[in-house]
């Protein structure tokens, strides 16, 4: 038990040591950074519109009608 204590207390050292390390060298997101999230929103909203888009021209036809 107290070997695995050990390592794992190693472990957990060494990945504070890695984390704070790139954490101390990035301070802000890059513009690829921004870019993929662009594409993810611009790709949820091209789906939204997709699926409901369909669904919701009789209702508008049927305003245009009533106008």
């Known amino acids: 038990m107290k070997g695995l204590k050990f390592q794992v207390s190693t472990l957990s050292s060494r990945l504070r040591k890695i984390l704070g390390a790139a954490g101390d060298s990035e301070t ?10 662009v ?28 106008l």
């Open 28 to 37: 802000g997101a890059s513009a690829v950074e921004y870019s993929i999230l």
């Open 39 to 66: 594409v993810f929103i611009a790709t949820a909203i091209v789906a939204i519109v997709g699926v409901l888009g369909l669904q919701l021209v009789p209702g508008f036809q049927q305003v245009a009608a009533g």
